[in-house]
């Protein structure tokens, strides 16, 4: 992780306060969600929280992955980004059951935001540890934040292996008629504040 925090860049245009502020308001439309099945109000006067931004809500459990989902097109408000994807990683992320009230206190919160994404012509210019990777083939989709491929000990054609695995398509299917795109992101959850 450290490896990581040294090459990460901050996008630099959230204060610390807006970043409590979509921390607290993904914590708590999940907690409304548990409640009453309803969701927050939708509605934020910051202009920094109002910009069209994507990115990722990723819940941990004692330190371990418990639901991780991202919307990456720039078409929604970051604070309602935010706000959908906090509901989507804790009850929908197909990999883990939903979050029960009772565990909720031991779920730590972390966001992505993510910049916008430049495609580029060569996996020379993926940048491990700074650069996420999206990679598209036909009509399919798939994308890695940053941490990952620094977490899983993957080079550069691994990664793209795994996004193509992680599409239902076969090893090195990237090298044929595909786009990759990076984009950076600024990350920042619970306990740094």
């Known amino acids: ?30 907690q409304q969600f548990l ?6 109000p939708a509605k934020h006067s910051d202009q920094a929280l109002n910009r069209r931004q994507g990115a990722f809500v990723t819940l941990f ?5 418990r639901g991780c989902v991202g919307h ?7 604070y309602e980004v935010v706000g ?11 990999r883990f059951p939903s979050v029960t009230t009772d565990e909720l206190p031991q779920i730590e919160i972390e ?3 993510l910049s916008p994404f430049s495609k580029i012509k060569r996996i020379e210019e993926i940048e491990l540890g700074r650069d996420g990777v999206s990679l598209t083939i036909g009509d399919h989709r798939a994308v890695f934040l940053p941490q990952v491929p620094l ?19 076969p090893e090195k299917s990237w090298k044929r008629k595909s786009k990759v ?11 740094d504040y």
């Not at 459990?61 to 992955?65: D, R, S, W």
């Not at 990456?72 to 970051?78: A, R, T, V």
């Not at 977490?151 to 398509?169: F, H, I, P, S, T």
């Open 72 to 78: 990456i097109k720039d078409d929604l408000p970051l």
């Open 1 to 30: 992780m450290n490896r990581f925090k040294s090459q990460q860049r901050t996008l630099g245009w959230l204060s610390d306060s807006h970043k409590q502020i979509l921390l607290t308001l993904a914590r708590k439309a999940i």
């Open 84 to 94: 959908l994807m906090a509901l989507q990683s804790a009850f929908n992320d197909q």
């Open 111 to 113: 966001i992505s935001i």
């Open 181 to 191: 795109f990076i984009f950076q992101t600024e990350i920042f959850k619970e306990s």
């Open 35 to 40: 409640v009453d099945e309803s969701l927050p």
């Open 61 to 65: 459990k004692e330190g371990k992955l």
């Open 151 to 169: 977490k899983m000990g993957w080079d550069k054609e691994q990664v793209l292996d795994r996004l193509a695995d992680k599409m239902g398509l």
